[in-house]
């Protein structure tokens, strides 16, 4: 054998070692990509009811919504009548109820006054009527100048 039989039978050798490594490649190569197809289909057949089922819950989500926004015009549009209702009624019945009330004080305060008077024995002018009262105890009315009350001379 000559050196170039030689060589041309090593390039051979590699040269088979080469393919058979390549289709040992090209195998799993083919596997993987199997695979990776099966995963694909499952996915694709679960995620197409998801996206459906999705699609349902927003259009429920809308539906609400749209009802939501009626029911808050309809709230708006009470309170707006509520607010007129409750204006006109402070108007028209505000005043006169004001004077009713201060002309029922202005009685009780009178009755008070007169029943207060008619009381015998219990009659007090001047300052003697004018003390100050705190809880548990009874002031003396306040006193005039001493020179008033010890006369001149």
Request: aromatic letters at 4%; charged letters at 20%; zero cysteines.
């Amino acid at each position: 054998m000559s050196g170039g039989e030689v060589a041309g039978l090593i390039v051979a050798v590699f040269w088979a070692i080469l393919v058979s490594f390549l289709a040992v490649v090209l195998v799993r190569l083919a596997r993987t990509l199997k695979q990776t197809t099966e995963l694909v289909a499952g996915v694709t057949e679960q995620a197409v009811p998801l996206l459906g089922a999705a699609t349902a819950a927003v259009r429920s989500a809308n539906i609400q919504l749209d009802r939501m926004d009626t029911i808050t015009a309809d709230v708006q549009e009470v309170t707006a009548n509520a607010s007129a209702l409750s204006s006109t009624v402070a108007a028209t019945f505000g005043g006169p109820l004001v004077k009713v009330a201060a002309f029922g004080y202005g009685v009780r305060r009178a009755i008070g006054k007169q029943a207060e008077e008619g009381l015998p024995g219990k009659r007090r002018t001047g300052s003697a009527a004018r003390r100050t009262v705190l809880p548990g105890k009874t002031l003396p009315p306040t006193r005039r100048s001493t020179r008033s009350i010890r006369g001149k001379g």
